[in-house]
């Protein structure tokens, strides 16, 4: 039976998926998931009306349900195709398609294992291969991404507009600042680019977290949290970034640290997938599952602690009508990956700042990653519907100054396509702050 008729014959159905796996996959550890998965699907197509590709394609195969019923047709013996591929390339893994759907669905385990079946029996060739294989090597590694992105920047006017889009400005911030020494303290996920594209958003963090009695460290030795390697076809390596990470951090944690804070969302959901990424690995799925339960978003740091954070801005003036209206855009990896959704919103309002309303809020920005350079077509048009909707004057006619979010990932791909100034939301807490000094 083609696939369209298949489609077809399940969109009305609400039983769940029959599944017969292949014998090559059946008694796996991605076979039995898999399985589990596929099986609370009952077709309902709840998660066609929040895919951005599918809103922008309008093709079956370019939504979660045609993605599930092609892993399903592989994981059942049929052969992939490059079209295969294709349509499983094409998605953003933003999960929204999992905060949609009435039966928990986990969409994007199901994807992982699909696209790493795939890529095993429709192996990547020509550009293809190489630009993935270059960015594997390139981006994870920080001190030579650095070294690279600060040429760049020197030479930014001369650089062709698409390439000068993905280049921020030249940037002063440097290492994480000099502060207090405090009892209570947390452990900073250095990250890959972040440190050089946009250096000062640890900074405004551990300035604002000292504000609060909380020290913020940085182990040297850690580094990519994983996401970049995993989501390019290398899981094996992304599992390596995870345990030298594990290794840099358990001293701190055995001293006594209270979590690992993430200031970049997209990271965050890298690492608190490290107890299933190890769940196989005897020497540390322990510590990995440990790490995973102690990560929290830097959202959910500050709002613990935000009667306190209250008490220090509610003596500070309101920001001036200029600097106050903002819009926030609420990355996937934050609000569908990490489940995290009005907290920074919330802190920003405390703050003093107005939020104008955001239509389509759920959708993705076309950042996902890699995915603006290796789709950049698809990734191009959600840009420009998730400006349009981010700087839509408010009802009053007032226009947004600032557009704040909480991954760099995000922040970099939206300043590529604006000259609104793009920054992560806990700057501009740390900004405010700033004014009491």
Not at 59 to 76: A, C, M, N, S, W
Not at 99 to 109: F, L
Not at 254 to 259: D, L
Not at 358 to 372: K, M
Request: proline content about 5%.
């Amino acid at each position: 039976m083609a696939f369209s008729a298949t489609v077809d014959s399940i969109r009305n159905s609400d039983q769940l998926m029959e599944t017969h796996l292949a014998d090559f996959v059946r008694d796996t550890t991605h076979g039995k998931e898999a399985e589990a998965i596929l099986r609370t699907c009952v077709h309902c197509g709840f998660c066609t009306a929040t895919c951005p590709t599918y809103q922008l394609l309008g093709d079956e195969l370019d939504g979660p349900r045609g993605r599930i019923y092609l892993i399903k047709q592989v994981l059942e013996g049929e052969k992939p195709t490059q079209k295969t591929q294709l349509h499983l390339d094409r998605c953003l893994t933003c999960r929204s398609c999992e905060t949609t759907c009435p039966s928990g669905v986990k969409y994007s385990r199901l994807l992982d294992i699909g696209r790493e079946i795939v890529d095993e029996q429709v192996p990547r060739t020509g550009a293809d291969a190489a630009l993935r294989a270059g960015m594997r090597n390139f981006l994870p590694r920080s001190g030579l991404f650095g070294t690279a992105l600060k040429f760049g920047q020197m030479v930014r006017p001369l650089l062709p507009r698409g390439i000068k889009a993905k280049v921020p400005p030249l940037s002063s911030a440097g290492p994480l600042p000099e502060t207090g020494k405090h009892a209570r303290q947390v452990i900073a996920l250095g990250g890959c680019v972040q440190p050089s594209m946009y250096p000062n958003i640890n900074g405004a963090a551990a300035r604002v977290l000292d504000r609060l009695g909380i020290s913020m460290l940085q182990a040297g030795s850690a580094g990519c949290c994983g996401a970049v390697r995993f989501h390019l076809g290398d899981p094996e390596a992304a599992r390596d970034d995870a345990r030298r990470n594990i290794d840099a951090w358990w001293p701190l944690l055995e001293a006594g640290a209270e979590a690992i804070v993430m200031t970049a969302s997209a990271c965050g959901v890298q690492v608190r997938d490290y107890g299933h990424l190890l769940q196989d690995d005897p020497d540390y799925r322990h510590k990995a599952a440990r790490v995973a339960l102690l990560t929290r978003d830097i959202t959910e740091i500050l709002t613990a602690e935000s009667e306190r954070l209250q008490r220090i801005l509610s003596g500070l003036p309101p920001p001036d009508d200029a600097a106050k209206q903002i819009a926030f855009h609420s990355p996937c990896t934050l609000q569908h990956g990490l489940q995290i959704r009005g907290m920074a919103e919330k802190l920003l309002s405390a703050a003093g700042f107005t939020l104008t309303p955001v239509v389509d809020s759920h959708l993705c920005c076309g950042s996902a990653g890699t995915y603006s350079i290796l789709q950049a077509q698809i990734s191009q048009q959600l840009r420009d519907n998730k400006l349009a909707a981010l700087l839509a004057p408010s009802a009053s006619g007032v226009r947004t100054r600032t557009i704040a979010s909480a991954n760099v990932g995000c922040i970099s791909h939206l300043a590529g396509g604006t000259d609104i100034e793009v920054k992560h939301w806990v700057e501009l807490i740390d900004q405010r702050l700033a004014e009491d000094a």
